[in-house]
């Protein structure tokens, strides 16, 4: 017998800059303090008008957490003091394990035309928040597409997709072990009057992001542009609205430690929050210990 998660609550997203002036909208993490453990902040930028996008994600530093940008038009170029150069075009993901600190930029590669995508925060356990950094450039080609039945169609960035007999492991984690937080990140196409059904491990924190159309969860509606938190249970059902629905549905373990952010660090404590800056004006952030 399975338990269906339902809508526990939801999350507007609201309209903001970050970088040097990137429009765009959050939802997770638009108000301070109120992460999803171990999600800490999701992005969407969205915009054709190159006065939105263009003045980029200039070098700037992280700690203790990973980044996930995951793109669905438009190019961008990461560049990082690890020597890491990533062509972000669409479709591709770009997985960033910042742990104990890389500094890198994001800048368009276009002077016009739409930008699109998504940027996702993910937390990283103490124990690893200081190992050293990682970067994985995956190309579109990489993630794969996975027409299911009523015509719905899943990317699997990471997590593994159960289609019958069939088992489809997403490029970032396809052991399940890789990462400790265990993270499921799906985009998923659903047709006008098709309902998506999926196993959720119980007991990880999940959520739907709706970014075309509207979608229902377990039979109430969930917003346009907005997460939807998932409440507990082993199963969820996505039905799309009436013009259908794209969505990204994610789930991860949560990690349960005390979370201080001061801007692009994300530690444990106030003094873990000191050293970040103190590294990362004495010149040594990121390097070797
Ligand atoms: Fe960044």
Redesign the pocket.
Known sequence: MSTLRTLRHVIPSIATADGAGVKLRRSIGSQRGLYLDPFLMLDEFYSDNPDDYIAG?PP?P?RGFE?VTYMLDGHMQHQDHLGNVGDLGPGSVQWMTAARGII?S?MPKQSEGRMRGFQLWLNLPAAEKMKPAGYRDIPASEVPTVPLADGIEVRVIAGTLLDGARRIDGPVNPAGARLSTDPLYWDVRIPAGSRFTHALPQGHTAFVYVYEGDAAIAGKTLPNRAAGVLDAGDTVTIDAGAGGARVLLLAARPIGEPIVQYGPFVVNTREEIEQAIQDYQSGVFGKAA
């Open positions: 994600f700037h992280h980044t890198h994001e």
